[in-house]
């Protein structure tokens, strides 16, 4: 069964940090282009950032988490990060990992369009003020 499990969710002070991974199941990240999401309450769902599938890093951020916010991925464990530091409550949101067969699609996901084919359930990031 195809499946993403995103973890590291919880509660935080606002100035800390927390480190989210998206793990697959069923399938191989390797040649997939990964995007991090988020929806806080009330709000629709917000591009965070997007990696690239191989190990030229490329990434993209959404201007509201550069310079805070880091994608990386370990291709060898099928994982891919989110360290998050400088926390702030408008960072609190349930997060979700997914999949894009290409970094262009993901990086248009990132601005509202669709395109994303694999999704996990989230996990939920609070922080404190």
């Known amino acids: 069964q195809v499946q993403l499990v995103e973890s590291g969710g919880g509660l935080v002070q606002a100035g800390g940090s927390l480190r989210l991974s998206c793990a697959a199941s069923g399938f191989s990240l390797d040649y997939y282009a990964i995007g991090w999401f988020r929806q806080a309450p009330g709000k629709e769902r917000e591009g965070v950032a997007c990696i690239i599938s191989n190990s030229d890093g490329g990434t993209y951020y959404a201007d509201s988490v550069k310079g805070r916010f880091t994608i990386s991925r370990d291709n060898a464990k099928d994982t891919v990060y989110l360290q998050m530091n400088s926390l702030t409550p408008e960072d609190t949101a349930v997060y979700y990992c997914?999949?894009?067969?290409?970094?262009?699609?993901?990086?248009?996901?990132?601005?509202?369009?669709?395109?994303?084919?694999?999704w996990g359930k989230g996990t939920l990031v609070t922080v404190s003020s």
């Open positions: 997914a999949t894009s067969m290409t970094f262009r699609i993901c990086v248009l996901a990132m601005k509202g369009s669709n395109g994303m084919e694999y």
